[in-house]
């Protein structure tokens, strides 16, 4: 008997309902803070059996370490109120990592620029 084929994209689906749950949150409770404030999320993946989501986030602000640390501060408040929106047992842990695509999807640019 052959074993049955699972193609589960579960993780895929958890991940971008907290995504845009988070991005909610954000918005919402801390919309007004200035470091906060310009911060989108731009991706999530689920990792450790989902057991916790990275969510990839840009901003604007020059200082990323200090907008690391903020996210690092109220990444506990947030989860508290992810697991009130979420209609799920179990809400996975989340931890905010910088996306610096677009910086080097410019510098690229820039590169291939000068070579003409």
Do not use: C, W
């Not at 901003?59 to 200090?66: C, H, Q, S, V």
Request: glycine share 6%; net charge positive.
């Amino acid at each position: 008997m052959q074993k049955k084929q699972f193609n589960s994209n579960r993780g895929e689906r958890i991940a971008s309902k907290v995504q845009t749950l988070v991005a909610e949150i954000l918005r919402d409770i801390y919309g007004d803070d200035k470091i906060i404030g310009g911060v989108s999320l731009v991706g999530a993946d689920a990792h450790g059996g989902l057991q916790f989501v990275r969510l990839f986030y840009y901003t604007r602000n020059p200082d990323i370490n200090a907008v690391q640390k903020k996210l690092d501060e109220i990444t506990r408040s947030v989860r508290f109120e992810l697991a009130a929106r979420m209609n799920q047992k179990y809400v996975p842990d989340i931890r905010f990592a910088y996306d610096d695509t677009l910086e080097r999807a410019a510098r690229i640019d820039e590169l291939l620029n000068n070579l003409k």
